[in-house]
């Protein structure tokens, strides 16, 4: 069982940043890809980056290449999503989730076990 906590969401201006942390445990956090996810009021959660258990590789979805940046750090069991240039379609619910198996590498939320409780990002235009 894993426990997974994120913070940092808030109300910012469009072309503002904000940083989202997520604290893990109860498993062996440095195995697992993390996600982060997000889900606006009636869409579908989607993808929005995933990291790999080192830290090697990084996946983004194109709507937020080059605005948002995913780091971890294995020693604090923590995955960061540092978030810039926000828009206003940036506002959403957003997760942070970390995959259902040791060394897979993943951004399809199917194959995310567990989920934090999420945190909400609004961004005013």
């Known amino acids: 069982q894993a426990q997974l906590v994120e913070s940092g969401g808030g109300l910012v201006q469009a072309g503002g940043s904000l940083r989202l942390s997520c604290a893990a445990s109860?498993?062996?956090?440095?195995?697992?890809?993390m996600g982060w996810f997000r889900q606006a009021p009636g869409k579908e959660r989607e993808s929005v980056a995933a990291?790999?258990?080192?830290?090697?590789?990084?996946h983004y979805a194109d709507f937020v290449k080059g605005r948002f940046t995913i780091s971890r750090d294995n020693a604090k069991n923590s995955v960061f999503l540092q978030m810039n240039s926000l828009k206003p379609e940036d506002t959403a619910a957003y997760y942070c989730?970390?995959?259902?198996?040791?060394?897979?590498?993943?951004?399809?939320?199917?194959?995310?076990?567990?989920w934090g409780q999420g945190t909400q990002v609004t961004v005013s235009s």
């Open positions: 989730a970390q995959a259902s198996r040791s060394y897979l590498y993943t951004h399809d939320p199917d194959e995310y076990a567990y």
């Open positions: 109860g498993r062996t956090f440095s195995t697992y890809t």
């Open positions: 990291i790999t258990w080192g830290g090697s590789n990084k």
